[in-house]
Nanobody, 121 residues
Framework: VQLVESGGGLVQAGGSLRLSCVDS????????MGWFRQAPGKEREFVAF????????DYSDSVKGRFTISRDNSKNTMYLQMNSLEPEDTAVYYC???????????????WGQGTQVTVSS
């Protein structure tokens, strides 16, 4: 197992959670990373991207201004701080490594097992 997410759980609308992703690969510090999510009955969607140094970030419109992606290369760990959570944010959140862009969409070469985030109204 190379990518392990944690930090999911049940939270009320308006609350916050911080997800973590520990990457055991040696190439973490040189990898672009990202978060994706999949809600029941829906396709997996892009949430956030961060470049290898942490200087470049990108977010989906649905989370911009509420979520913050970050990384600590000394700990091989990526984070997703989620504030002002909404019931629509309920999904399984996946960590992805070696992010690429193809046809205007983000994808990843390595994936974690996912962590459930449930936001109650």
């Amino acid at each position: 197992v190379q990518l392990v997410e944690s930090g999911g759980g049940l939270v009320q609308a308006g609350g916050s959670l911080r997800l973590s992703c520990v990457d055991s690969r040696r190439t973490f510090s040189r990898s672009a990373m990202g978060w994706f999510r999949q809600a029941p009955g829906k396709e997996r969607e892009f949430v956030a991207f961060i470049g290898w140094s942490g200087d470049a970030t990108d977010y989906s419109d649905s989370v911009k201004g509420r979520f913050t992606i970050s990384r600590d290369n000394s700990k091989n760990t990526m984070y997703l701080q989620m504030n002002s959570l909404e019931p629509e944010d309920t999904a399984v959140y996946y960590c992805a490594a070696a992010i690429f862009q193809r046809g205007g969409s983000y994808g990843g070469n390595y994936w974690g097992q996912g962590t459930q985030v449930t936001v109650s109204s």
